[in-house]
T-cell receptor, first 115, second 115 residues
Framework: AQTVTQSQPEMSVQEAETVTLSCTYD???????LFWYKQPPSRQMILVIR??????QNATENRFSVNFQKAAKSFSLKISDSQLGDAAMYFC????????????FGKGTRLSVIA | NAGVTQTPKFRILKIGQSMTLQCAQD?????MYWYRQDPGMGLKLIYY???????DKGEVPNGYNVSRSTTEDFPLRLELAAPSQTSVYFC??????????????FGPGTRLTVT
């Protein structure tokens, strides 16, 4: 079974600075998808960024980018120019590429942004 | 589009009571999911459905039942509620066609307390 590990329960960053959240995963599959979800205090799960395993290029979405290291099974999220609104729980998630299988989540990293 | 809606938002149950958590989506998604999120943890899959009339167990199905009589609705039934079922419950939906699948959209969650 696939597993997702987020080794940083909590992180903090100064406003306007850059922070990197770590995620590693374990799988024997070659075709899969990786995601970062943001969960603010409202509890709503918001998709931040998505990476297809077959793509070598790292995904980017405005201030959010990933460092996808397939051989190392690592998928970190970099947030640039951090804003107060970035404060939230961040979850790394994995999904098999075969069919529309459910997501496997890590335990999350709580990010605080200091003004 | 309302997206994925869940009712109720909050509920307190006594041990042994039963209830149904409602979930509906208006995006014509064929896949629907139920997750639970325990404090300090990521989301774990309870049940999912690939279409009307078809359901399957996830990682933590014990104590729950589901049905999918329509594409839009995917209720989760708790029979004989136990304190271990105190959690936040998320419903999600997505669309898949062939081997390609799209993002999962999440509802706002239901906070359930069993005392």
């Amino acid at each position: 079974a696939q597993t997702v590990t987020q080794s940083q329960p909590e992180m903090s960053v100064q406003e306007a600075e850059t922070v990197t959240l770590s995620c590693t995963y374990d799988t024997s599959e070659s075709d899969y998808y990786l995601f970062w979800y943001k969960q603010p205090p409202s509890r709503q799960m918001i998709l931040v960024i998505r990476q297809e395993a077959y793509k070598q290029q790292n995904a980017t979405e405005n201030r959010f980018s990933v460092n996808f290291q397939k051989a190392a099974k690592s998928f970190s999220l970099k947030i640039s120019d951090s804003q107060l609104g970035d404060a939230a729980m961040y979850f790394c998630a994995y999904r098999s590429g075969s069919g529309n299988t459910p997501l496997v989540f890590g335990k999350g990293t709580r990010l605080s942004v200091i003004a | 589009n309302a997206g994925v809606t869940q009712t109720p938002k909050f509920r307190i149950l006594k041990i042994g009571q039963s209830m149904t958590l409602q979930c509906a989506q208006d995006m014509n998604h064929n896949y629907m999911y139920w997750y639970r999120q325990d404090p300090g943890m990521g989301l774990k899959l309870i049940y999912y459905s690939v279409g009307a009339g078809i359901t399957d167990k996830g990682e933590v199905p014990n104590g729950y039942n589901v049905s999918r009589s329509t594409t839009e609705d995917f209720p989760l039934r708790l029979e004989l509620a136990a304190p271990s079922q105190t959690s936040v419950y998320f419903c999600a939906s997505s669309y898949a066609s062939g081997t390609f699948s799209y993002e999962q959209y999440f509802g706002p969650g239901t906070r359930l307390t069993v005392t």
